[in-house]
């Protein structure tokens, strides 16, 4: 099964966003506890049916949950990260640049036969730019429609020697 570095992005974006709120609702209700809890041992109201568990439970909970959130953020993070780097390598290898081991690092021979140094293997990125840079015609302007000429014809109103 082939699925995009967009849809699992999006995927993972929605459950950290799902993560989060419920991290969010947590935290609230355990502030809340958190405060009956320093009621009761301050001594200003009685503890009645109040359960330490619920304060654990919460804490628990929270941590989890902004867990899913970190981590997904971190994965992200490396799934940008790697999609940029293919992007670049699947450039390179398409424009005809090859990862040399002597010389080190990325070259291509251009069209006159000129070796050019782009970059180091591990800077895949900087070599499709510096690719991209050396390219003829990297970023051509829209090329305008040719005007239809039409043939001039003499204007037949007025008489050619009156002026």
Not at 50 to 71: K, N, P, Q
Not at 92 to 115: C, N, Q, V
Request: proline share 4%; net charge positive.
């Amino acid at each position: 099964m082939k699925t995009s570095a967009a849809t699992v992005a999006k995927t993972l974006r929605d459950k950290s966003a799902i993560a989060r709120e419920i991290a969010l609702r947590e935290l609230k209700i355990l502030q809340k506890d958190l405060g009956l809890l320093e009621k009761i041992l301050s001594g200003s109201r009685k503890a009645g049916d109040f359960s330490l568990f619920d304060v654990v439970h919460g804490a628990f909970e929270i941590f989890r949950t902004a867990s899913v959130v970190l981590e997904n953020e971190a994965l992200l993070a490396d799934l940008e990260k790697e999609t940029a780097r293919g992007a670049a390598l699947e450039f390179l290898e398409k424009r005809g640049a090859t990862l040399l081991t002597k010389p080190s690092g990325w070259h291509w021979i251009s069209p006159r036969g000129e070796m050019r140094f782009l970059g180091k293997a591990a800077e895949t990125e900087k070599a499709a730019e510096a690719l991209r840079a050396l390219l003829p015609g990297g970023r051509r302007a829209k090329s305008r429609p040719a005007e239809t000429a039409l043939p001039e014809s003499p204007d037949i109103s007025e008489p050619a020697g009156a002026a």
